[in-house]
């Protein structure tokens, strides 16, 4: 995080100055608008660096900070996490009980997570990795809220996968 450089931090020639109640003052040298900072009891502090010349405001730096910091906490809250939820199939599962996993994957799909199926192979089954591969592509039709497949579906070792992603709107 850079950090906001204040009063005699400042080390450009000419700064433009924007007094506390937000009106411009114009493009001064450094020296004059610590000068008037000071004058006026109030810190000067570059808003924007970047700006050609640079941008700094008249006002207090730990009012200003504390907004920043304000800003900063309310942005973070806004944030959705988004988690992975598992699904675990296997080859041999019963109709009623695969239905029922599409449910419970629509449920995760709506709550905004993304869902990763597993599809067990055990045995003798991982002979026939092309019923685990059926099992993976017939699930998502199942499901009643549009995905996307974000990757998959891929073998590792004697488990199939496939992560599904809520639709973006």
């Known amino acids: 995080m850079q950090r906001t450089r204040i009063n005699h931090q400042i080390k450009a020639p000419e700064i433009r100055v924007i007094d506390e109640t937000g009106k411009m003052i114009g493009v001064i040298k450094t020296s004059e608008a610590l000068q008037m900072a000071l004058d ?3 810190d000067l502090v570059e808003v924007s660096p970047n700006a ?5 405001k ?9 907004q920043q910091e304000k800003a900063a906490q309310e942005a973070k809250k806004k944030v959705k996490k988004v988690t992975v939820k598992g699904i675990r199939l296997s080859v041999r599962i ?5 239905e029922f996993k599409a449910k419970k994957a629509t449920e995760f799909l709506t709550e905004g997570n993304k869902v990763k199926l597993d599809v067990q192979m055990r045995g003798r089954e991982q002979a026939h990795p092309e019923l685990a591969f059926d099992l ?3 699930f998502p039709t199942m499901l009643q ?7 998959g579906p891929s073998r ?10 809520p639709q973006s709107k």
Not at 52 to 56: E, G, I
Not at 94 to 98: I, K, M, N, S, V
């Open 40 to 42: 006026r009891q109030v």
């Open 52 to 56: 050609n010349p640079p941008v700094a």
């Open 58 to 66: 008249l006002l207090n730096y730990d009012k200003y900070r504390y």
């Open 94 to 98: 019963g109709q009623h009980d695969l």
């Open 136 to 138: 993976i592509r017939k």
């Open 145 to 151: 809220v549009p995905y996307v497949i974000e990757t």
């Open 156 to 165: 590792m070792g004697g488990m199939v996968s496939l992560i599904l992603s």
